[in-house]
């Protein structure tokens, strides 16, 4: 049984890695009039970014692509939201303090 959900784990991992063609949505996002990511590191293909929190920390970070501080949230969603009656708003890290 382990055996099985260990093979199953490294083909779903590869297959994550494996070359494949675009999907409707990353051409849509990528090139079409649905792109939201109007600013941002606009010559790379994908934008990525590796954070870290340390304990007792916390950081809020930007999912509408509207930031000036971006990965960081500055409250631009705000704007957003009163323009197009949208709901977004941050995602809120925190790491407990260490004990």
């Known amino acids: 049984m382990k055996t099985t959900f260990a093979l ?14 675009k999907s409707a949505v990353e051409t849509r996002l990528f090139d079409g009039p649905g792109k939201i990511n109007e600013k941002i590191d606009l010559d790379s293909p994908k934008v990525a970014t590796m954070d870290s929190v340390k304990a007792g920390g916390k950081k809020v970070y930007c999912r509408c692509w509207q930031s000036g501080t971006f990965p960081l949230c500055d409250g631009a969603h705000m704007a957003h939201n009163k323009e197009t009656g949208d709901n977004v708003g941050p995602l809120i890290v925190s790491v407990a303090k260490e004990e």
């Open 8 to 21: 199953l784990a490294i083909l779903a991992s590869a297959s994550a890695f494996a070359p494949s063609a």
